[in-house]
């Protein structure tokens, strides 16, 4: 069955991460993505082990659901190319810093004057109002700039560090998917198109301090910055006597229930720490220095069947290795094995989310560079004498299986 953006074409001149990982979710949604890609692909393409050039597993993993074309937009014959092509999308996203946009004669002025309708998004480092604008931006960069390292720190104790998953290149890539699908939504009322900036940098500093702002969010300041429940050192997974295991003890019922189970019922009305959210957040690390001390006389077994039925969020910690094994997931088929046309057998995973109607599925693997660069160009009406002078000429490359 079609997803639920079915006939909507998107143009697609992001690489890396953050802008792949925004249309690949477009893609399982039905979306025709047309990944746009200079001569040289994409640079995930050559991170980590391969069986085939160019196919890397950031890459396999960012990109299905897409079609490849290749265009130099340095060259005139590649930016004609690609207004041809905007002509017709809905949408164009991209991740370059504007004024590259603007030096490849690609603004959203350039576009528009080819398509008023159409959506044009850009993910980049910095808004384009401020000092910054013209600053490079990575992932670790946004970490950084935003405080995580430094609240990371604060609450480990250790060292300063990055998150070791790219949390901004895809929360912000996940928000930039939501401002598409919301323009997507106004153009189907109204019949206008946009331009839309999603820059990563007031992107996450709006989700670090979300948390962290806490009493500096009244004037004057009613507390400092930092919710002490996540700043706690205490708040981590629980050694059990043989394992790990994830529990959060949160609410009235939950701290009830646990002092309960484990024989302490009575603290829970006569311990003044425990009298409401209020009181439990400003002792939190001693609580849950209570909740660790506890843990630690059991199993993991013991700890699972001591709270079961509590309503006590409780879960054992997986390696990345026992995620795969998980029983939750092998179940309902989340991870699959695929056969991709020129890799072989790959594990993938399905998109997550479950539709009554119009499911988001992987209806195409992750494109070979170029791979349909001849299908997408005569789609825009260009001719076979006109296509092989763009590939004889460098514009473009025709990657097609065998070709």
């Given at each position: 069955m079609?997803?639920?953006?079915s006939?909507?074409?998107?143009?697609?001149?992001?690489s890396?991460?953050?802008?792949?990982?925004?249309?690949?979710?477009?893609g399982d949604l039905?979306?025709?993505?047309?990944?746009?890609e200079s001569?040289?692909g994409?640079?995930?393409?050559?991170?980590?082990?391969?069986?085939?050039?160019?196919m890397?597993p950031?890459?396999?993993?960012?990109?299905?659901?897409k079609?490849s074309?290749?265009?130099?937009l340095?060259k005139?014959?590649?930016?004609?190319?690609?207004?041809?092509?905007?002509?017709?999308?809905?949408?164009?996203?991209y991740?370059?810093?504007?004024?590259?946009m603007?030096g490849?004669g690609l603004?959203?002025e350039d576009v528009?004057?080819v398509?008023?309708?159409?959506?044009?998004?850009?993910?980049?480092?910095?808004?384009?109002?401020?000092?910054y604008?013209?600053?490079g931006?990575?992932?670790?960069v946004?970490?950084g700039?935003?405080?995580?390292p430094?609240?990371n720190?604060?609450?480990t104790?250790?060292i300063p560090?990055?998150l070791?998953i790219?949390?901004?290149?895809?929360s912000v890539g996940?928000y930039?998917?939501?401002?598409?699908n919301a323009?997507?939504?106004?153009?189907a009322?109204?019949?206008?198109g946009?331009?839309?900036?999603?820059?990563?940098?007031e992107t996450?500093?709006?989700?670090?301090?979300?948390?962290?702002?806490?009493?500096?969010?009244?004037?004057p300041?009613l507390?400092?910055?930092?919710?002490?429940?996540?700043?706690?050192?205490?708040r981590?997974?629980y050694?059990?006597?043989d394992?790990?295991?994830?529990?959060v003890?949160?609410t009235?019922k939950?701290?009830?229930a646990?002092?309960g189970?484990i024989?302490?019922?009575?603290?829970?009305h006569?311990?003044?720490?425990?009298?409401?959210?209020?009181?439990?957040?400003?002792h939190?690390t001693?609580?849950?220095?209570m909740?660790?001390d506890?843990?630690a006389q059991?199993?993991?077994?013991e700890?699972m069947?001591?709270l079961?039925?509590s309503g006590?969020?409780?879960?054992?910690?997986?390696?990345?290795?026992?995620?795969?094994q998980?029983?939750h997931l092998k179940?309902i088929?989340?991870?699959?094995?695929i056969?991709?046309?020129?890799?072989g057998r790959l594990?993938?995973?399905?998109?997550p989310?479950e539709?009554?109607?119009?499911?988001p599925?992987?209806s195409?693997?992750?494109?070979?560079l170029g791979?349909?660069?001849v299908?997408?160009?005569?789609?825009?009406g260009?001719?076979a004498?006109d296509?092989e002078?763009?590939?004889?000429g460098?514009?473009?490359?025709?990657?097609?299986?065998g070709?």
């Open positions: 079609p997803g639920p953006l006939g909507v074409r998107i143009l697609d001149l992001t890396v991460l953050m802008g792949p990982y925004a249309t690949q979710i477009l039905g979306a025709d993505v047309i990944k746009v001569p040289e994409d640079r995930t393409r050559g991170i980590g082990p391969s069986r085939s050039k160019g890397g950031l890459y396999l993993n960012l990109n299905r659901n079609r074309v290749v265009l130099d340095k005139p014959e590649g930016r004609k190319a690609l207004l041809a092509l905007a002509a017709s999308a809905d949408v164009l996203a991740n370059l810093r504007p004024h590259s603007r490849l603004s959203y528009s004057d398509n008023k309708g159409i959506i044009y998004v850009g993910m980049f480092g910095f808004s384009q109002k401020g000092p604008a013209e600053a931006a990575v992932d670790d946004i970490q700039a935003t405080g995580i430094m609240v720190a604060l609450h104790g250790g560090r990055y070791p790219t949390i901004a290149d895809r996940l930039a998917m939501g401002m598409i323009a997507l939504y106004h153009r009322r109204t019949g206008e946009q331009e839309i900036s999603v820059p990563m940098f996450m500093t709006t989700y670090v301090l979300g948390d962290h702002l806490y009493g500096r969010t009244f004037e300041p507390a400092d910055f930092g919710y002490p429940r996540l700043m706690s050192r205490e981590r997974p050694a059990t006597r394992g790990v295991v994830c529990c003890v949160y009235d939950d701290w009830k646990f002092l189970r024989g302490k019922g009575e603290l829970f006569a311990d003044p720490r425990f009298r409401d959210m209020g009181s439990r957040t400003r939190i001693e609580l849950y220095q909740v660790s506890e843990l059991r199993t993991t077994d700890v069947r001591l079961e039925g006590i969020p409780t879960f054992p910690v997986h390696t990345l290795e026992s995620l795969l998980d029983r179940e088929g989340l991870f699959q094995q056969d991709h046309p020129t890799e594990l993938a995973m399905q998109p989310a539709w009554s109607e119009t499911s599925s992987i195409r693997h992750a494109p070979l791979e349909h660069s299908e997408v160009l005569r789609e825009a260009y001719g004498a296509i002078m763009l590939v004889s460098g514009v473009t490359v025709d990657g097609r299986p070709s």
